[in-house]
């Protein structure tokens, strides 16, 4: 059974940066695709980032295109999400989630088949 693992989040202030990583001991991450989910509270869960670990495509929610970047590798099994620039917005729990293959869309969290338990990420001052 893959199991994924968060790490990473934390407290930061307005406009500063964080890194999260989305691991899978001992499991092979290869022709997955990864992506990061967030909810705030009283918000919906919405789709931020994904990476198809096999070619490194990537897709980003607007909200956070020019500011996240998702970059996976393949030799720690481990995703990471780089957020800059980040705004009270942002504020919410971050999860993984993985599929393989990735063969509908990116942004909708009933196409994973497996979870992390989340990270808490705050943005505030």
């Known amino acids: 059974q893959l199991q994924l693992v968060e790490s990473g989040g934390g407290v930061v202030q307005p406009g500063g940066s964080l890194r999260l990583s989305c691991s899978a001991p001992g499991w092979n991450l290869y022709m997955y695709a990864i992506a990061w989910f967030r909810q705030a509270p009283g918000k919906e869960r919405e789709a931020v980032a994904c990476i198809k670990t096999n070619d490194g495509t990537s897709y980003y929610e607007d909200s956070v295109k020019g500011r996240f970047t998702i970059t996976n590798d393949n030799a720690k099994n481990t995703v990471y999400l780089e957020m800059n620039k980040l705004k009270p917005d942002d504020t919410a729990v971050y999860s993984c989630?993985?599929?393989?293959?990735?063969?509908?869309?990116?942004?909708?969290?009933?196409?994973?088949?497996?979870w992390g338990q989340g990270t808490q990420v705050t943005v505030s001052s």
């Open positions: 989630a993985a599929v393989y293959p990735l063969d509908r869309s990116w942004s909708s969290a009933s196409n994973y088949d497996y």
